[in-house]
């Protein structure tokens, strides 16, 4: 069914079930590091325990995204989407009452599952349930509302812990996930791919899940037979991705330059953005004593920088190309970490933490929009849709595999308690070595980013601590 418009009650009522879908997953994103010093203190968690609490979700939702958006062409993009909303909101309350770390980061995994399923669906549902005329200003919609859970995202968070537990982090997820599946069985109109056929890559996705999963445990563990063995998958992965027929990840799409290029430097600036909010929460919270609502809202510069200036920076992007703002911003982003180095025990947030807050935004900002458009622009059209799946991917393995590597380039022994003065040099090490690894993306992207044709607009959406919005593939309304 297509024909829905943004005026009518039935569009706005298949708007606010997607709204709140990806609400769901960005509030997640955003407040469960705030918890974490908390859930270390009532579940007795090692610093390691903390690191598989992101990652268990991050590496579930890196392995299937484009999974997610494969059954959903399939099998019902409502059907999918409203799977994967009931299956986040069990497990978020399994999260919520958890008597263990091993039940938490075991109901994490399953919120990545989950969350696989959500993410694709909300977008493809509103490309395929409206009008083409509204389906930009539907999509902007739901962009923006997107963008104020996000900027909220600390404010509750952190009142929530402070006031009450880290438990009502997760059963804020109840609400909605109700509110998603009674608006959509009631209101959203079902859809498929009809040139989606045949069966789903699963060597592919099995594949993709171990060599992450490999490559996870051997940094946080630091056991390298392990990651060797995680490596050995990932080169099976690409051969075997190289032969198949119907590929979850078409190995062709790397032959641009400017798609390699792209998501090279995807996979470093993401993993700064891992680090950075996987550390700072615990170093605001442990060394200098903030509560967890002061350290959320010591993050919504960052925020704010994304809401205001994206789209601006993608306008930038169509009339000098996106090489210069792809260069500039991950530089801005290495300024940024150096300047968050110098936290110590004596820092104060105006003269120590802000001005690194503040930089690190104004450098995202630059780059998230143009980097979009350009992953997307480095193809044609017919594999625009997959594109962005994987470049969405992409961002979250970056993310996963920083966050892993975090102990062995901290100097942390694996499993062991992290006292505050090593916290605090561990921070500084890795911040300095995030720096290089993204100036190395600023010359990647200067090396290897180029206009391939006429400007492709970027999506005008937020991506928040996540990855790159996984965009809409106009002409198939696919969303691998």
């Given at each position: 069914m297509t024909g829905l418009r943004f005026a009518e009650a039935s569009g706005r009522w298949v708007l606010l079930a997607t709204v709140l879908g990806s609400a769901m997953a960005m509030l997640d994103g955003t407040v469960v590091n705030l918890a974490l010093p908390r859930i270390a203190d009532d579940l007795d968690a090692s610093f390691q325990d903390l690191q598989w609490i992101v990652n268990g979700y991050t590496l579930a939702l890196a392995a299937l995204i484009l999974v997610g958006g494969g059954l959903g062409d399939r099998f019902g993009r409502r059907r999918v989407f409203l799977l994967g909303a009931v299956a986040f909101t069990v497990a978020s309350v399994l999260?919520?009452?958890?008597?263990?770390?091993?039940?938490?980061?075991?109901a994490r995994v399953l919120q990545g599952v989950a969350a696989a399923m959500l993410m694709p669906g909300s977008l493809a549902i509103i490309e395929a349930s409206f009008v083409p005329q509204e389906r930009g200003r539907a999509i902007g919609a739901w962009s923006g509302f997107g963008g104020v859970a996000t900027a909220i995202g600390p404010f509750l968070g952190g009142w929530l812990v402070d006031a009450a537990s880290w438990r009502f982090i997760f059963l804020l997820n109840v609400p909605l996930g109700v509110a998603v599946v009674v608006v959509g069985l009631r209101h959203v109109p079902e859809s498929r791919d009809p040139t989606a056929t045949g069966r789903i890559d699963a060597p592919g996705a099995a594949l993709g899940a171990l060599a992450l999963a490999g490559?996870?445990?051997?940094?946080?563990?630091?056991?390298?037979?392990?990651?060797?063995?995680?490596?050995?998958?990932?080169?099976?992965?690409?051969?075997?991705?190289?032969?198949?027929?119907?590929?979850?990840?078409?190995?062709?799409?790397?032959?641009?330059?400017?798609?390699?290029?792209?998501?090279?430097?995807?996979?470093?600036?993401?993993?700064?953005?891992?680090?950075?909010?996987?550390?700072?929460?615990?170093?605001?919270?442990?060394?200098?004593?903030?509560?967890?609502?002061?350290?959320?809202?010591?993050?919504?510069?960052i925020t704010l920088a994304m809401l205001l200036l994206s789209s601006r920076a993608g306008a930038l992007a169509d009339r000098i190309g996106p090489r210069l703002p792809m260069t500039v911003g991950p530089v801005l982003v290495a300024i940024a970490m150096l300047l968050l180095a110098r936290i110590d025990a004596s820092s104060t947030y105006v003269t120590d933490v802000l001005p690194g807050v503040v930089v690190f935004g104004l450098g995202l900002a630059l780059t998230v929009a143009p980097l979009t458009a350009t992953a997307l622009g480095a193809v044609d059209d017919d594999h625009a849709g997959v594109a962005s799946g994987v470049n969405n991917a992409v961002a979250r393995t970056g993310q996963l595999l920083a966050v892993a590597a975090i102990p062995a380039i901290a100097g942390f022994a694996p499993g062991a308690a992290v006292p505050a003065d090593d916290l605090l040099a561990g921070f500084a090490t890795v911040m300095r070595f995030a720096a290089a690894t993204t100036l190395v993306a600023a010359a990647v992207a200067f090396a290897t980013?180029?206009?391939?044709?006429?400007?492709?607009?970027?999506?005008?959406?937020?991506?928040?601590?996540?990855?790159?919005?996984?965009?809409?593939d106009a002409a198939t309304t696919s969303r691998h």
């Open positions: 999260c919520a009452a958890s008597v263990g770390i091993t039940m938490l980061i075991g490559l996870t445990l051997g940094l946080t563990q630091e056991s390298w037979p392990l990651a060797v063995i995680g490596g050995a998958l990932l080169v099976t992965f690409v051969v075997v991705e190289r032969r198949t027929q119907r590929p979850l990840v078409p190995m062709s799409l790397f032959s641009s330059r400017t798609f390699s290029g792209t998501n090279a430097v995807t996979l470093l600036l993401y993993g700064a953005l891992g680090v950075v909010f996987f550390l700072l929460g615990l170093v605001l919270q442990g060394p200098l004593g903030y509560s967890p609502l002061q350290a959320g809202a010591a993050t919504v510069p980013v180029r206009r391939t044709g006429p400007p492709t607009e970027a999506p005008p959406w937020h991506c928040a601590a996540g990855g790159p919005p996984v965009a809409i």
